[in-house]
T-cell receptor
Framework: NAGVTQTPKFRVLKTGQSMTLLCAQDMNHEYMYWYRQDPGMGLRLIHY???????AKGEVPDGYNVSRLKKQNFLLGLESAAPSQTSVYFC???????????????FGPGTRLTVL | AQKVTQAQTEISVVEKEDVTLDCVYETRDTTYYLFWYKQPPSGELVFLIRRNSFDEQNEISGRYSWNFQKSTSSFNFTITASQVVDSAVYFC?????????????FGQGTTLQVKP
C-alpha cells in the first residue's frame, strides 16, 4: 500500500517547455487535489477532482490543465512553463463522506519544479 | 470568504521551551474541520490533528496540545518541552463541509526553529 505517489520528484524546465506531473493513489479515493506551495503563501489549490472523469478549478488554475481518466490517477499538465510556475507541487487524495477519516487528505511527497 | 491566518512567520526557541503556534480562521459556515500539518525539512506533509467545528474539547497528544475556541475563531497549537526534532514548518488548514469539495484552505505556515 504505497498511499499517494508523485512522479517525478524533481524537474527543471526551460520557459515554454511542457510537462505532465503524475499523481497516483492506491486507496480507492474519490477525491484528488493538486496544490502548489510557495514561500510565505502556504499551499494553494490548483485543480481538484471529485471523481473519475471530473475536474474543477481551484484557487490558482491559470497555466495548468488536469485530467482524471482513471480513478487512481490525477495528471497535472503545464503546456508552456513559465518561471512563475517554479514551485513545489503536492498531490492529495481523500475518501468520501463517510468514515472517521472522511475529511482527511493524504498527501504525496511533492514534486520540486524549477522553470528557468 | 474563507481564510486562515498564521500571523507568526517564524519562531525560534531553545530546546525544552514551550511554544504556541497561533491559528485564526474566518468562515461563515457552521460546519467545518480544522487541521494542523507538520512539514519537516525533508518536505513531506505530516498530518497532526483534525478537529470538527462541533467539538471544542482541547486535545493533548504527548507533548502536543491544541486549543480550539470558536468564540475567537482560533485553533492554537502548543508544543511543550520543545525538541530539535520539532523544527519544521507548521500549517493550519480549514475544510468546509458544505459543497463537499473538500478543498483545504491553508494558512501561510509558521517556521519553528528549535535550537539545542
Amino acid at each position: 500500500n504505497a498511499g499517494v505517489t508523485q512522479t517525478p520528484k524533481f524537474r527543471v524546465l526551460k520557459t515554454g517547455q511542457s510537462m505532465t506531473l503524475l499523481c497516483a493513489q492506491d486507496m480507492n479515493h474519490e477525491y484528488m487535489y493538486w496544490y502548489r506551495q510557495d514561500p510565505g503563501m502556504g499551499l494553494r489549490l490548483i485543480h481538484y477532482s471529485v471523481g473519475e472523469g471530473t475536474t474543477a478549478k481551484g484557487e490558482v488554475p491559470d497555466g495548468y490543465n488536469v485530467s482524471r481518466l482513471k480513478k487512481q490517477n490525477f495528471l497535472l499538465g503545464l503546456e508552456s512553463a513559465a518561471p512563475s510556475q517554479t514551485s513545489v507541487y503536492f498531490c492529495a487524495s481523500r475518501a468520501g463522506l463517510a468514515g472517521v477519516r472522511s475529511h482527511e487528505q493524504f498527501f504525496g511527497p511533492g514534486t520540486r519544479l524549477t522553470v528557468l | 470568504a474563507q481564510k486562515v491566518t498564521q500571523a507568526q512567520t517564524e519562531i525560534s526557541v531553545v530546546e525544552k521551551e514551550d511554544v504556541t503556534l497561533d491559528c485564526v480562521y474566518e468562515t461563515r459556515d457552521t460546519t467545518y474541520y480544522l487541521f494542523w500539518y507538520k512539514q519537516p525539512p525533508s518536505g513531506e506533509l505530516v498530518f497532526l490533528i483534525r478537529r470538527n467545528s462541533f467539538d471544542e474539547q482541547n486535545e493533548i497528544s504527548g507533548r502536543y496540545s491544541w486549543n480550539f475556541q470558536k468564540s475567537t475563531s482560533s485553533f492554537n497549537f502548543t508544543i511543550t518541552a520543545s525538541q530539535v526534532v520539532d523544527s519544521a514548518v507548521y500549517f493550519c488548514a480549514l475544510i468546509l463541509i458544505s459543497g463537499n469539495t473538500g478543498k483545504l484552505i491553508f494558512g501561510q505556515g509558521t517556521t519553528l526553529q528549535v535550537k539545542p
